[in-house]
């Protein structure tokens, strides 16, 4: 399919590694030029060599935490009239409900749910302008179903998915769509920080841990970078634009619902 979308401009946050790699993979092969964001230099312009040989597109690096005020201005300078923005961070730890500081909370809410929303401020004025535009927002399965030991995730999450219900309404009108991806369980270094965690709490060795967290997944196996990357390009393709302030789960089918 092509998906309409050659020659575009994407801001990628936290695109590196893992989910936001992912993402800008399948948008470099859609033909689409890359501004990509991650803390770590290294693995940033190994990346984004990769992803110029590979597709022959144009792909800026910048190295920067994009939870920061400066790193979310470096971004920006780059990223010019872009016309699509994948947002996305690492998240925040986990803990238990009764440690977490307002500190904490502010932490996580500033890295998880205003950060993301800056980027929409920031970016969806020249969008809206030009008439075109889509945002994707990786979140997290817990925004439908919470992780108990997730909490601060839970608590940020939730509050970026009500700024998106919104806001995406009173943008769709300009052909700007946005929408968010709630992942679960994918093979990405964030997942394997998980599986260590839980191997602790139930010492267990981390390949038991792997198998009995992949078991209880309908699909018995952990979602991959490349099919969730896949899913993103679509969101930000041309074939999109009835799909507005969608909440789209990519878990496996781990959330049981009929609807
Ligand atoms: P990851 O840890 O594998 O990848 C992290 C990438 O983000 C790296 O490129 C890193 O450099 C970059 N990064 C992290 N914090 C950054 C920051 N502040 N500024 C700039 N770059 C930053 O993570 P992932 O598994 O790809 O997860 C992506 C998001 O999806 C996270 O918010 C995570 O909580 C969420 N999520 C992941 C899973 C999963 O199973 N992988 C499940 C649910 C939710």
Known sequence: MDLGIRGRRAVICAGSKGLGRGCAEALAEAGVDLVINARGAEALNATAADLRSRFGVEVTAVAADIKSE????????????????????????????????????????????????????????????????????????????????????????????????GTSRQVAGKGVVINNLLPGVHDTDRARSLDADYAKSKGISLEEAQKERAAALPTGKYGTPEAFGAACAFLCSVHSAFIIGQNISLDGGVFNSTI
């Open 70 to 165: 400066e790193g979310r201005a470096e971004v920006l300078a780059a990223a010019g009239d872009a016309d699509i923005l994948v947002n996305n961070a690492g998240g925040p730890p986990p803990g238990m409900w009764h440690e977490w500081t307002r500190d904490d909370f502010i932490a996580a809410i500033d890295g998880n749910m205003l950060t993301p929303i800056a980027m929409m401020q920031a970016l969806l004025p020249g969008m809206c302008e030009r008439g075109w535009g889509r945002v994707v927002n990786i979140t997290s399965q817990s925004v439908k179903s919470p992780i108990p030991v997730l909490g601060l995730s839970n608590t940020a999450r939730a509050g970026l998915t009500g700024f998106v219900a």
